[in-house]
């Protein structure tokens, strides 16, 4: 009896499975003047589903996409002639409704270029409160830079007092 292949399996399994089909029809009785032969059907059998569970999951995954990817075509093609037997439906009305569209179409004009002069305005009025924050940061920027500047100097002045003294000092120890 033939035992069941382990769920991982390997390309091997496969070819020795298929190797031992072919010696258990090569074994097989002759049948006189044919070129048929007498085999253990059964054996044959437990050999071929021994193949059939050692087939790589890939395989039998494949096999369920492709079933799938048919089913999701098959609906997808089903909801295509829907949607254009509606689109061809919505044509016809619109071909009766055309002054409505032509209206609906300047009116839509009208909206975009109102929304366009509003959105420049927009952003005119964006880049001038930019520029009065820049400015007023650059202005703010200029005074820290110059207390900087004066406390830099204040503090050089103050260093240069602290070594006059320090060389007072060294003078009254050497004597």
């Known amino acids: 009896m033939i035992e069941p292949a382990p769920r991982e399996s390997s390309p091997s399994d496969i070819t020795l499975a298929l190797e031992h089909l072919e010696e258990v029809l090569g074994a097989g009785t002759g049948l006189p003047f044919t070129r048929r032969r ?3 059907d059964e054996e044959c059998l437990q050999i071929v589903e021994q193949i059939r569970l050692s087939l790589p999951q890939e395989i039998r995954q494949a096999r369920r996409l492709n079933t799938e990817r048919d ?12 949607i254009v037997r509606a689109a061809e439906a919505e ?21 975009v270029a109102q929304a366009e002069r509003r959105i420049a305005q927009m952003h005119r009025e964006a ?3 930019a520029y009065n924050v820049l400015v007023e940061l650059e202005h703010r920027l200029e005074t820290l830079a110059a207390s900087i500047r ?8 103050r260093k240069s007092g602290d070594m006059d003294e320090n060389e007072d000092d060294r003078s009254l120890f050497d004597r």
């Open 38 to 40: 007498l085999v253990d």
């Open 71 to 82: 089913a999701l075509l098959d609906d997808a093609q089903a909801r295509a002639s829907q």
């Open 91 to 111: 044509a016809q009305e619109r071909i009766q409704e055309h002054h409505i569209a032509r209206r609906a179409e300047v009116r839509a004009q009208e909206i």
């Open 127 to 129: 880049d001038e409160y």
């Open 150 to 157: 004066a406390g830099i100097l204040d503090l050089d002045h």
